[in-house]
């Protein structure tokens, strides 16, 4: 165990208050955004109504694609908050909060308390925990356990944790199975494998968690097995056909979810989710020695979860979550180094490069909304012009005081994140939701004509799941017949309604990528 493993009392508190206050911080103001946000939080509220722990639903029929632990928690955050947007992010801002703490532990019990503690500030502030740690899935929760699971099993894997440690991290397998599915147990095998592979003491490694494997698995099964085992028995091959097959093996295997993407997906994905960090990340891991059983266990972590995900054919910025505390690890490691060291050197200037550069690109979103003719484009100046302010200031401080750079470094990053918050709900209402759409509808059914899913899945949510996707004008004319009917669609549908003989379309509202919502009656 290295020296000082204990994280400071002071500083873990103002950390978690920090990750805590930020991830709370106009928590609701923003719209569920994307087609996922309120589908997900849809089914959370039938079943949170029906009082049903078992079967989700969605617009009362099975939804079997994902399991069921986001919608548990949203289900007793509603119980507490109402169906609010607050209530259905709520599960993953405690998830996040999760994650940040593991982290600085985890870092503390391999390189020290202030490794450890800079450690969680890395994970806890950076952009891609941030934006997952506010947002209405399950992404986060999945993180959160599984890098449970994954740490726990190292730590016992290097002699540091005793033998409960393989027990609490198949339990912690067990939830991450119950977050989002086979992933939960098999990337921590896949760390464990990779890491008995390379490491010279492999045997005594072994030695160390093969007498509690077993109640490990009684631990997963005990927590995962009976929803698995109640859904199959209420489901039966549908559920393996839609969870199992569809959107596992299939996403694996194939792009058939229409989310592709090259092998190096990931790497630009980890450098600007990591930012402001991301230039302490670079020097942690070049600092890393495979033949140092510490450092062999931080690379798997993160190597093993990337070479699995980057050869997925299906590809999203979510996926990847659980490789944000190795990489915060190293790169806590490599901030407390920078402290302890007489001259910063060669580390402390590819930081500051790094953070300049990447503070640069930042920079430049007004100019790229502006050039997308987006009219709320000066709402993120603010932001940006911190982004770069910071990086600025945080590599010239860097080079002559470690300390003092990176306590700007701490400050910018929250200071960021906070500018985001005010920022980002204008924008991502404008861009990202149809919740706008809806306000307009009165409760009354919404037929969806080839409109983008993003607009019309927004009803899910913000029309009481009162919305319906058609594919013909016949399906709507028989609607419109017995009264007026509301039909959500785009441009070019709409110009078909606005002509359509026998009846009349009037506007009732307009929404992202010129999607409108339309009355349509009989004609007098």
Not at 145 to 157: N, Q
Not at 260 to 283: E, K, N, R, T
Not at 357 to 382: D, F, N
């Amino acid at each position: 165990m290295p020296p000082n493993a204990a994280l400071p009392p002071r500083g873990t508190a103002l950390l978690l208050a920090l990750v805590g206050a930020l991830l709370l911080f106009r928590l609701g103001d923003a719209p569920l955004i994307g087609p996922d946000e309120p589908r997900y939080a849809r089914v959370a509220v039938e079943m949170h109504r029906r009082g049903d722990w078992v079967l989700p639903t969605l617009q009362g029929q099975p939804w079997l694609e994902k399991p069921p632990l986001y919608y548990w928690t949203a289900g007793g955050a509603f119980s507490l908050l109402g169906e609010t947007e607050t209530a259905a992010r709520l599960p993953s801002v405690i998830a996040a909060l999760l994650m940040t703490g593991l982290t600085a532990l985890l870092g503390a019990r391999l390189y020290g308390g202030a490794a450890g503690l800079h450690a969680g500030f890395v994970a806890g502030t950076s952009l891609l925990t941030f934006a997952y740690g506010r947002a209405a899935a399950m992404d986060m929760m999945m993180a959160a356990t599984v890098s449970a699971a994954i740490g726990l099993f190292g730590l016992r894997l290097l002699g540091i944790a005793g033998r409960t440690a393989v027990i609490a991290a198949g339990a912690c397998a067990g939830l991450a199975l119950l977050a989002k599915g086979p992933l939960g147990a098999l990337l921590p095998i896949l760390v464990a494998l990779a890491y008995l592979a390379a490491a010279h003491d492999r045997a005594e490694a072994w030695r160390r968690i093969a007498s509690r494997l077993p109640l490990a698995v009684l631990a997963m099964v005990a927590i995962a097995g009976p929803w698995y085992g109640a859904i199959l028995a209420l489901q039966g091959r549908a559920f393996v056909d839609v969870f199992l097959l569809s959107h596992n093996v299939a996403r694996f295997t194939s792009t058939v979810h229409n989310h592709p993407g090259p092998y190096f997906y990931y790497v630009p994905v980890l450098l600007a989710g990591l930012f402001m960090w991301s230039g302490l990340a670079l020097p942690g891991l070049f600092a890393l020695r495979p033949r140092v059983p510490g450092d062999l266990f931080v690379l798997c972590w993160l190597g093993a979860p990337l070479a699995f995900f980057s050869v997925a054919g299906s590809k999203l910025p979510g996926y990847i979550l659980p490789c944000i505390p190795p990489l915060a690890i190293a790169a806590g490691r490599a901030a407390d180094r920078l402290v302890q060291a007489a001259r910063p050197g060669g580390a402390a200037r590819v930081s500051g490069l790094v953070t300049v550069a990447l503070g640069a690109v930042v920079a430049a979103a007004p100019i790229v909304l502006r050039q997308m003719r987006e009219p709320l484009w000066t709402v993120v100046v603010p932001p940006a012009m911190w982004a770069l302010v910071a990086s600025l200031a945080v590599s010239r401080r860097l080079a002559v005081d470690a300390a003092g750079g990176l306590r700007i470094l701490r400050v910018g990053a929250a200071g960021l994140l906070l500018l985001l918050t005010s920022a980002a709900p204008a924008l991502l209402a404008r861009r990202e939701s149809g919740r706008e759409l809806f306000r307009h509808t009165g409760g009354q059914e919404v037929l969806a004509w080839h409109a983008w899913r993003t607009a019309w899945m927004a009803g899910y949510f913000y029309n009481d799941g009162k919305v319906r996707d058609v594919s013909s004008l016949e399906e709507i004319t028989a609607v419109a017949a017995k009264g007026p009917a509301l039909v959500l669609c785009g441009p070019a549908e709409l110009r078909v309604l606005r002509h359509l003989p026998g009846y009349t379309a009037s506007l009732v509202a307009e929404g992202p990528r010129e999607q409108a919502l339309v009355r349509i009656r009989p004609s007098s």
